[in-house]
């Protein structure tokens, strides 16, 4: 192994392998590798190097006797040296050993190390299964790699962040994750440990993580270099601070975001949006947004809306500003193959290729492929038309759905992107994809752009994306499962995350049950960084005609607005958007916190009280900025719940005032019109 010394850079040579030890900030470092001839330049999400950092480099010799020796002579006579290194950066410490194992600590504590089983004669328990911790495998046939990087399991260690999975579980140890964006599923490789350390998986690529019991493994199914950050930090503040500093922040979010956003599948004519709007101003309700969702337009990738039934947009557009309503437009990356701009984009190459067979990603209502969302020059030719169609209007937020792409089926060995194989680069196609349209309207002079996008990577925060959890059940265990999906995603950078309020799939308007489940989650929705209606909720209304020159028109779902279960539910709901109101300022301050340091806006309750064991253990709750404790209610047909509460404060109960101190459980009231709210004492705050 042979060493050398620059300035920003320690380089480490071992049988043509080449890698990089950087300093990344005052307290990180990012490890790259490659068997190359030269390092890959490519850096996806970690385009800001954050200030400070500075290696300091120390060599030792140490003794390499094999272990069998046993007596001294025996081991004079075998004695050989071999060389340890110790690289320094900032509170972060990385601990080479004559045989390339590394070690992170933070001081005298271990952080992680990597997992080496071959024969080792410096460890007396090393085996000789030859599993090393860093693999980069050739694939045959190809000039990308097959990579695996391994690290040691710990019993007590658990791990949170990693982007949005359906699952029960916030802390994900002992799971498996694919890392690749499905219809729900977001991929966001950065994890925090309870150990003290953040680690972010800076590739793109198509592969997995093992959480396991017995190993910590990272693979991509087809790369050209291996490239991680690994973080040291006292709290998980630190953590989070540099990790964001090193992917980019998000805007300022501008002030309609922080208010109430209405939202249904979908208003199918102007004068529905324009009489929804109106409702809710006649009734004195604030709102922030409306939502104009798909199938308003002619054909699929033509972005414009259809005539028919949206006849003067510009006016509609016009009189929901009067109202001080900002209107959304919800934009497909799907192409149909019969739409105006099909020939250009297919001519130019902006539309995603397939290695095998016809290009046809998807066949629902009409045969679509999706743009190409990493080709620069698709994404400028997308934004000039909906600019055209749609900003020149007055649309400045946009609903890019379908941002995973949400293939059909997701067989990413089948496709190919500008950027290169699926395979190897899949899970940037979000990013870009919000890129083209924060790009555009920065460029028209949007000061804060927010974009509501259904799949986000490491970094598109910096673009003003808010996404939302996808196409979800209608129930409460799907409702409980987005309490860690959200703070998941907060923990991987993006601090905008919202909900399908009621959940997407199966609601039914008539079923009491559902009403329950509304009037819990619309509660939970004011306590999330957006604050959003929305929702399918069948059986659909009956269509007239099933086409319209000879393009197949989309029906609509029953009524989604605050009216529509009743006036009990309604005074409920009523309430809590009168609740988000009176919390606007409070709010704006964390979404400003989120701007300057890229604290999440929600966040887990270890966030705050790291020192706090308990904190750590609590899932069902979480703080909403640093001075408000949120206990949504994900049961059916409770009226109180037992709520932790950190120690390190004291808590006010919003509802009746009690005070308690921290450290313990409580017993807190949770009738239909309420969720527990507690207020960290100090802060000048009322909920109720």
């Known amino acids: ?128 299964l030859r599993i090393d911790a860093r693999e980069l495998k050739p694939i045959m046939g190809t000039d990308n790699y097959e990579l695996t990087m391994r690290f040691e399991a710990y019993e007590e260690e658990k791990f949170y962040g990693l982007g949005q999975y359906q699952e029960d579980d916030f802390n994900k140890k002992g799971y498996t994750l694919e890392l690749a964006h499905r219809n729900s599923q977001c991929s966001i490789p950065f994890m925090i440990s309870n150990r003290g350390y953040g680690f972010f998986w800076n590739n793109p690529a198509i592969g997995r993580v093992s959480l396991a019991k017995n190993i910590v493994e990272w693979y991509a199914r087809s790369t050209k270099k291996m490239d991680y950050l690994i973080i040291a930090g006292d709290t998980p503040a630190d953590i989070e601070e540099l990790y964001t500093a090193s992917t980019g922040r998000t805007p300022m979010i501008p002030e309609y975001g922080i208010g109430f956003w209405q939202c249904k599948l979908r208003y199918r004519t102007q004068e529905e949006v324009l009489n929804v709007a109106r409702e809710y101003k006649r009734r004195g309700i604030p709102l922030d947004v409306i939502v104009i969702d798909f199938f308003h337009w002619t054909r699929q990738g033509e972005f414009k809306f259809d ?53 046809i990603n998807m066949t629902w209502m009409g045969n679509t492929t999706f743009y190409d969302a990493t080709n620069p020059d698709a994404r400028k030719f997308v934004w000039n038309i909906c600019k055209k169609n749609y900003f020149d209007k007055g649309i400045k937020c946009f609903w890019l759905d379908e941002a995973e792409p949400e293939y059909g089926p997701y067989d990413f060995d089948l496709y190919r992107y500008y950027k290169g194989p699926a395979l190897s680069c899949s899970n940037l196609y979000p990013l870009m994809y919000a890129k083209g349209f924060h790009d555009g309207l920065k460029n028209e002079g949007v000061e804060n752009v927010l974009n509501l996008v259904r799949a986000a990577w490491a970094g598109s925060q910096k673009y003003g994306v808010l996404t939302w959890s996808g196409d979800i059940h209608s129930s409460f265990k799907a409702m409980k499962q987005q309490v860690q999906a959200g703070l998941s995603m907060a923990i991987a950078g993006i601090p905008w995350w919202t909900s399908d309020i009621g959940g997407f799939l199966g609601g039914d308007n008539c079923d009491p049950d559902f009403k329950e489940l509304m009037a819990r989650w619309f509660a939970y929705g004011a306590f999330c960084p957006i604050f959003r209606l929305h929702g399918e909720r069948s059986p659909y209304k009956k269509r007239e005609q099933e086409f319209r020159d000879n393009i197949r028109l989309f029906s609509s779902g029953q009524d989604n607005e605050i009216w ?99 450290g313990k459980w409580v017993l807190a009231k949770a009738d239909l019109a309420t969720i527990p709210v507690f207020i960290r004492e100090g802060s000048d705050i009322t909920v109720y």
């Not at 309503?325 to 105006?340: F, G, R």
């Not at 006036?567 to 109101?581: C, P, W």
């Not at 308990?614 to 009226?639: D, H, N, Q, R």
Request: hydrophobic letters at 30%; a negative charge.
């Open 1 to 128: 192994m042979y060493f050398e010394e620059l300035s920003d850079r320690l380089v480490i040579r071992e049988s043509g392998t080449t890698m990089y030890l950087l300093p990344w900030g005052k307290d990180a470092f990012r490890f790259q590798m490659t068997k190359e001839a030269s390092m890959n330049s490519e850096d996806f999400a970690l385009r800001h190097k954050p200030e400070g950092g500075q290696l300091e480099v120390t060599f030792e010799s140490v003794d390499m006797t094999e272990p069998f020796y046993h007596t001294p002579e025996e081991r004079e006579e075998n004695a050989s040296l071999g060389t340890r290194v110790t690289v320094k950066n900032g509170k972060i410490t990385a601990e080479i050993d004559p045989e390339g194992v590394i070690s992170y600590y933070n001081g005298s504590k271990l952080l992680t190390k990597e997992y080496w089983r071959n024969r080792n004669r410096i460890d007396r328990f090393a085996t000789p």
């Open 564 to 662: 529509t279960w009743g006036e009990e539910i309604y005074e409920i709901m009523k309430n809590f958007i009168l609740i988000r109101e009176k919390l606007r300022p409070y709010i704006r301050d964390i979404m400003m916190e989120a701007h300057e340091k890229g604290s999440p806006v929600m966040r887990p309750l270890w966030y705050e009280f790291p020192k706090d064991e308990g904190a750590w253990e609590e899932t069902c709750s979480y703080m909403f900025g640093p001075s408000l404790l949120i206990a949504p209610v994900c049961e059916k047909g409770v009226e109180e719940i037992t709520v932790y509460l950190p120690k390190g404060a004291n808590w006010i109960e919003s509802r009746t005032g009690n005070t308690f101190t921290g």
């Open 307 to 359: 005539p028919h039934e949206w006849p003067d947009p510009d006016a509609m557009i016009k009189e929901l500003r009067e109202m001080n309503i900002e209107p959304v437009v919800s934009v497909w990356p799907t192409i149909d193959e019969h739409s105006e701009n099909y020939p250009e984009m297919n001519e130019k190459g902006y539309l995603i290729k397939s290695d095998r067979g016809n290009c």
